[in-house]
Structure formats: structure tokens, C-alpha cells
């Protein structure tokens, strides 16, 4: 599961440097602040997919340890 966590987290930043990069090389301000708006989008994603990824992971042990002790 920290695999999943890592990859989507990490999907979503290269998705930020790659975009803040473009918005650097911008001479239309107007498009660059667009770009820099989208980054900062995408750093809020990384961190909500983070944050779920880590949720799940925690609560999967919890949900397979109920099952086990209900086929006893």
C-alpha cells in the first residue's frame, strides 16, 4: 500500500514541477499565474490523495482483521 501512496503522490507532484517549470519560462503573465493557480490544485490533490491513501492503508488491516474473527 506505500507503494500506492508514493506513486500517486508522487503523479501529482511531477504534474506541479512540471507545471510551476512551464509557468517560469512564461513571458504572458496572465498564463503563468494560470499555471502557477493549477500547480498549487495539484499540490492540494497530492496531499488529499496522500492523505486517503494513508486512510485506506490504515484501515484495511482493521477491516481483514474483523473478517478473520468472524469466520472462526
Known amino acids: 500500500m506505500t507503494l500506492r501512496i508514493l506513486r500517486r503522490g ?5 504534474r506541479v514541477q512540471t507545471l510551476l517549470r512551464f509557468a517560469k519560462t512564461m ?3 496572465a498564463i503563468a499565474g494560470r499555471l502557477k493557480a ?3 490544485d495539484y499540490q492540494r490533490r497530492a496531499e488529499k490523495a496522500s492523505l486517503v491513501d494513508a486512510v485506506q492503508a490504515l484501515a ?3 477491516a ?3 473478517v478473520a474473527h468472524t469466520h472462526l
Open 10 to 14: 508522487n503523479e501529482y507532484l511531477e
Open 27 to 29: 513571458a504572458d503573465a
Open 38 to 40: 493549477l500547480a498549487e
Open 60 to 62: 484495511q488491516p482493521a
Open 64 to 66: 481483514s482483521s474483523v
